[in-house]
């Protein structure tokens, strides 16, 4: 896909730019250690489904949860607490899950795949750009920055700053709106077909699903899908690039 009249792209964060360092899991038994329970990594990795289910649950119920950052926080906490009471761990079980949640909000817990920083450059060097639509909390733009993304990114949009969440048009519309282009001008990169695909592409967006794992579900609808984010740049005019 290419297209002469594009001005900007954005990216989904999650599974898109980063992934959580160390795992998930690591984060975890690191917390419940710290809290004098401890755990085998691979009893805390066998109950990750459960938490992953948990969390498809709330979402599928109601996925508005992302517009708020007192409901986003409570579905985290939510799905660690399963994890502790799984393990055995009760009277502390939503103390535990906010530690682990506050985890989750520092910078060194989350690493930049290695293709993100070149690919952000090359796109700024052809004179576009760059942003962030995610559904997130309020600790995204500082997290960013703190990842050493702050100088690459034009405007960040998270689901719990604004009120919005995707797939609504309108989280979409907004992030264009502070870029001062129309929606037909961007592009945007995610890795969910519901909230990065079906809203971008409702506002007249480019859309292109990020398949970093080879798990992305595209619906059975035409679309680009990308697996290294280097690829993004076919999106840009030869001219430019």
Known sequence: MRSAGLRAVFFDVGNTLLYAEPSVSEVCRQVLAEWGHVHDLHAIDSLMPLVDAYYEERYAEDDAFWADEERTSSVWVGMYSLLCRKLGIEAEAVEIARRVYDE???????????????AFERLRAAGLYTGIISNWDSRLVALLHGLGLGDVLDVIVSSADVGLHKPDPRIFELACARLRI????????????YADILG????????VLMDRHGTACAENEP????????????????RLV
């Open 223 to 238: 679309v680009s899908t990308l697996d290294v984010l280097e690829e993004v740049l076919g999106l840009v005019p030869r």
């Open 182 to 193: 129309a929606p037909e001008q961007a592009a945007h990169v995610g890795d969910h077909h």
């Open 200 to 207: 971008a592409r409702a506002v007249g967006m480019q859309t």
């Open 104 to 118: 989750f909000g520092r910078s060194d817990r989350w690493a930049v795949y290695t293709d993100v920083r070149p």
